[in-house]
């Protein structure tokens, strides 16, 4: 049987109805390609063909009160697509305010635990502003965190999305099937009983971890400390409500620039990331002195040998917010960030999955339960998630629909109430921004902010 790994497990747990643990994506289609013309029926029950060959589509979580070990997955004998897939009309006139309001809404809901952990809303009257003018419609997936990671998420787009507009369906693959209530408790218990031996492959990492973080810090090459964060308004406790905002940039122009001053995409993303954030803050009178801390998570899937559906690490990064130039910040982050790799790559790639596999269900119910009576102090052990997950060079098609863009959202959690997720898209680069509106009521004005950092960068080439 295929069980939740310590790491998906936790992302499990740590949901409640204020924070919702999911990976969302906002497709922008066009439908004028589809061979036959589109229609909602036709869009559902192709979807429904591809479902053979998704096993992430068609498992559910299967526990019980004798299971001493996390929940396992187990195919859902009762699979129903129509409770999966949704339909719902844009407001007019359904532009970016009106598409970004309704995903945030959908993003606010947390998916029902009793079947499989996904929801498509298929949107229509994007951007209609006659009557002739329908052929353009989006569609936003929400999968729980715990059935997927940045890179399993965009593998998982890859099954539902196509080269050409009448590709053939991709061949069916085999789920994890079933698992009877025994079987579940029994392997619980040996996994229970057997737990002390995960904690002596465990102790020796955490062990390494502060030795070296030690000497890294002593000699400088040590990537940036949690718990040094300043507080900023993203760094607070959350509701349930989640606002979303997007902005799509020209991934020609950001390779310019990474060419012109000899330094990664990544680095140029995480420049146009600060170089925004810093002119949000700043205008508002809320940019704090010490530079902002980001998470940035990195997958470690093809190094790991851990089982688990996320195979995840992650690292530290130096924003250097307080830097005013474009080009000295720029800079500043490329070096910061080279300390930040070396001293991720040295704590090993199953860091995150080996700690989080040697806490029991029970310790993380203490674990979360502590957590949750701890008031937020002022100092943030981040300020931003930012992640950047490469996506396809090529034009794709959704059930024959053109992708027009493709915009990634990520978590966010209490005391860490922004999310800001990158995917290249053929020629360009989509940003997915996700908050809290009692955090942050305008999130179009931080969007919009990257287009004007990205010309700033190209005028210094």
Sequence with gaps: ????????????????????????????????????????????????????????????????????????WVEDKNFDLSSHVKRIGLPAPGGREELAEVCGQIASIPLERSKPLWEMWVIEGVGVTTADDSTRLAVMLKVHHAVVDGVSAANLLGQLLDREPDAALPEPVDGPGDAPAWAIAADGLWRFVTLPWQLTRSIPVATALVAKTVGRAANGTAMAAPFTAPPTPFNAQLTAQRNVAFASLNLPDVKKVKNHFDVKVNDVVMALCAGALRGFLDERGELPDKPLIAAVPSSVRGLSDRPGRNQLSGMFCNLHTDIEDAQDRLHAIAASNVRAKDHSASLGPTLLVDLAQSISRGAFGWLLGVLSRTPLTDTAIHNVVISNVPGPQETLYSNGAEVIALYPLGPILHGSGLNITVMSLGDKLNVGIISCPQLVNDLWDLADRFTVELEDLLRRC
């Excluded at 990976?23 to 229609?39: F, R």
């Excluded at 429904?48 to 299971?67: Q, V």
């Design 1 to 72: 049987m295929e069980r939740l790994s310590g790491l998906d497990a936790g992302l499990l747990y740590s949901e409640s109805t204020t924070v919702p643990i999911q990976v969302c994506s906002v497709t922008e289609l066009d439908t004028s390609t589809v061979p036959g013309g589109y229609s909602f029926d036709r869009f559902r029950a192709d979807l429904g063909a591809r479902i053979p060959a998704i096993p992430e589509f068609r498992t559910k979580l299967a526990d019980n009160d004798l299971n001493l070990a996390h929940p396992v």
